[in-house]
């Protein structure tokens, strides 16, 4: 289905607060926006949300997100948000002039009030704060409200500046940024077993090909199994020391014993523990494995 058409399905009965953006990762500058519409009681508060950044679409780049779309869908739902409307980048899309995007939200979503960062635009011919958005709103009776995201008095926040400190493990950094700790969801699997032969039986996690993953290493991490919490240690790699070749994300679940293959899995990530090293031997192997543990339970 053309993403007009989307839209056009998701049709109000009632006026609208609408914010507008690719919202990767669900940041803290993502937070202020989400947090500004639903203050608004007399309007449904709305999100249409790109499935991927229209950038990246317009320079032909296949970049993977933070996030999946449910994931994403998720996390902003949890701002209280009603309406959550996620569409590609499509023609039916970027061939429109704001003009005609803005004419297409108040005829179907009866929008009232847009709300966007300081320096985003919309429409094929880029129209935003600075060149006449207010004017064409109010063309529609609508009008338009402008935040300024940033996480300080010097930087905005970036869904691409986030995903280069996850590619290199700066978790700390990365949750400092996000609305919650970075996580990965996904369903436990059959792996080669590797793990339980060491003595540490790993969750071995079937994860989004469309999600960039954390650089290759061990780290603190949170597990949440059936709404409940257990500390956790995770390795992401191929398991040099085994000289695998596929890359793989596993969990061991500290005071955990239970056959959780087929089930769902949550790894919140806390802290980078070190890198992946490719030992002599298994038992080199485990005698470091029992350090990584000993460092991870006894911090809180």
């Not at 063309?139 to 338009?144: E, F, G, M, Q």
């Not at 339980?196 to 991490?221: F, H, Q, V």
């Not at 240690?233 to 596993?250: C, H, L, Q, R, V």
């Amino acid at each position: 289905m053309k993403s007009i058409d989307v839209i056009k399905k998701h049709y109000l009965e009632s006026e609208s607060i609408i914010t507008i953006g690719t919202f990767d990762g669900v940041h803290k500058g993502h937070e202020l926006v989400f947090e500004h519409i639903k203050n608004y009681s007399e309007l449904l508060p709305a999100v249409i949300t790109f499935k991927k950044s229209p950038k990246d679409v317009i320079n032909n780049k296949n970049v993977k997100s933070i996030y999946d779309i449910k994931t994403k869908e998720g996390l902003i739902s949890e701002f209280g948000i009603k309406k959550i409307i996620s569409i590609d980048f499509d023609d039916s899309i970027k061939n429109l002039t704001a003009e005609k995007f803005i004419e297409l939200l108040k005829k179907y979503l009866k929008l009232k009030l847009l709300v966007i960062g300081d320096d985003a635009t919309i429409g094929k011919d880029k129209i935003g704060k600075k060149n006449g958005l207010d004017q064409i709103l109010k063309k529609y009776s609508c009008n338009l409200k402008s935040i300024d995201i940033k996480k300080d008095t010097q930087r905005k926040i970036s869904s691409s500046e986030l995903k280069k400190l996850i590619k290199l493990g700066e978790i700390e950094k990365v949750n400092k940024n996000l609305s919650k700790d970075y996580f990965i969801y996904g369903k436990i699997v059959e792996g080669k077993k590797l793990g339980r032969e060491l003595g540490y039986p790993t969750a071995n996690l079937e994860y989004s090909k469309d999600i960039i993953i954390p650089k290759d290493g061990i780290y603190k991490t949170k597990s949440i199994f059936k709404d409940e919490n257990f500390k956790s240690i995770t390795s992401i790699g191929n398991n040099p020391t085994f000289n695998e070749k596929i890359k793989t994300i596993e969990t061991y679940i500290i005071d955990f014993n239970e056959n959780i293959y087929g089930e769902d899995l949550k790894i919140i990530f806390k802290d980078f523990v070190r890198n992946q090293v490719k030992f002599e031997n298994k038992e080199d192997l485990i005698a470091q494995m029992d350090k990584d543990l000993k460092k991870v339970s006894e911090e809180s």
